[in-house]
């Protein structure tokens, strides 16, 4: 089936520690972003990425670093200088040019303890 | 800067009720895409609707239906008949074609209660 595979789903991170959420997707997309989402709010760009080995960042990519060394492969690291990092993670593809509609993953849950 | 509103935080109806579901957007751009996402408890979002600013169209698609008004600024989302299942949080999106991919705009969502 096509579509975008998160993984974990669940994970927990001690502070102080780094941790990569991995995101695939076989649709074929150019585009690929990570949105952070804290409960009861909305989504909050962190990074995105248009073509291979090329990203930008969000509105809150302090604490974050990504890589797009392949077309389908967009992983997100959460460092430890992120203060606040427990939140829930979705990664997101989009065919083509901006105004298409954005596709997202099933979601990660991260948690600091 | 492009912003959504969705002022509703929360809603509940009981089940069979009908619920409207308001979005309010901003924008410069004179061309640009409305988007509406459901969000269920486990947690993807799944894409419902996408309306580029050129067709004020009214949608419907089963129970679901949009009305879409550039004079108000509004893309508001229509559950006619509501059913358990239809409990989620919905979020409108705006994204403008101008400047770069990243321009997808999100509201803070409406967490919509259907009871039994």
């Known amino acids: 089936d096509g579509g975008i595979t998160q993984s974990p789903k669940y994970l927990f991170r001690k502070e102080g520690q780094n941790v990569t959420l991995s995101c695939e997707q076989n649709?074929?997309?150019?585009?690929m972003y990570w949105y952070r989402q804290d409960p009861g709010q909305g989504l909050r760009l962190i990074y995105y990425?248009?073509?291979?080995?090329?990203?930008q960042k969000g509105d809150i990519a302090e604490g974050y670093s990504v890589s797009r060394e392949k077309k389908e492969s967009f992983p997100l690291t959460v460092t430890s200088a992120q203060k606040n990092p427990t939140a829930f993670y979705l990664c997101?593809?989009?065919?083509?040019?901006?105004?298409?509609?954005?596709?997202f993953g099933e979601g990660s849950w991260l948690t600091v303890v | 800067a492009q912003k959504v509103t969705q002022a509703q935080t929360e809603i509940s109806v009981v089940e069979k009720e009908d619920v409207t579901l308001d979005c309010v957007y901003e924008?410069?751009?004179?061309?640009?895409?409305l988007f509406w996402y459901k969000q269920p408890p486990s947690g993807e979002l799944v894409f419902l609707i996408r309306?580029?600013?050129?067709?004020?169209q009214n949608e419907i698609s089963g129970r679901y239906s949009w009305n879409f008004q550039k004079s108000t600024s509004s893309f508001n989302f229509t559950i006619t008949a509501s059913q358990v299942v239809d409990s989620a949080v919905y979020f409108c999106?705006?994204?403008?074609?101008?400047?770069?991919?990243?321009?997808?705009?999100f509201g803070s969502g409406t967490q919509l209660t259907v009871l039994p």
């Open positions: 924008t410069r751009d004179t061309t640009y895409y």
């Open positions: 997101a593809s989009m065919a083509g040019a901006s105004g298409n509609t954005i596709y």
């Open positions: 990425s248009q073509i291979v080995n090329d990203f």
């Open positions: 649709l074929n997309h150019d585009a």
């Open positions: 999106a705006l994204s403008e074609t101008s400047g770069s991919a990243r321009q997808l705009t």
């Open positions: 309306r580029n600013s050129f067709d004020e």
